[in-house]
């Protein structure tokens, strides 16, 4: 069983920034694809970036770009959303997701995974 725990989720003012990491114990990295959605009530599950955990290929929705930046942390298991200059458009509650079946030509846009995450909630007032 994998078990994904994100954290860091916080109400911040606009324009600040805040590091979401998601531990994945007992998960291997290695060429998996890794991504965070984001959900606020009401809406489909929205997905704003991806990783192949090769390191080499990341993924960001047009409404992130420039703002996010999706990472991992091998050594300690844990992929990372950094968000900046943050705006009330961002306020939701993110997950993050993991799968081993495929390459980064399908992580970029494939929204089902096997393994998800419990959501942490970020507002952005």
């Known amino acids: 069983h994998v078990q994904l725990v994100e954290s860091g989720g916080d109400s911040v003012q606009t324009g600040g920034s805040l590091s979401l990491p998601c531990a994945a114990a007992?998960?291997?990295?290695?060429?998996?694809?890794m991504a965070w959605f984001r959900q606020t009530p009401g809406k489909e599950r929205e997905k704003v970036a991806a990783?192949?955990?090769?390191?080499?290929?990341?993924f960001y929705d047009d409404s992130v770009k420039g703002r996010f930046t999706i990472s991992q942390d091998n050594a300690k298991k844990t992929l990372y959303l950094q968000m900046n200059s943050l705006k009330p458009e961002d306020t939701a509650t993110y997950y993050c997701?993991?799968?081993?079946?495929?390459?980064?030509?399908?992580?970029?846009?494939?929204?089902?995974?096997?393994?998800w995450g419990q959501g942490t909630q970020v507002t952005v007032s």
């Open positions: 997701a993991a799968d081993y079946r495929y390459g980064f030509g399908v992580c970029r846009t494939v929204r089902e995974f096997l393994f």
């Open positions: 990783i192949y955990t090769d390191g080499d290929h990341t």
């Open positions: 007992d998960y291997s990295f290695s060429k998996h694809c």
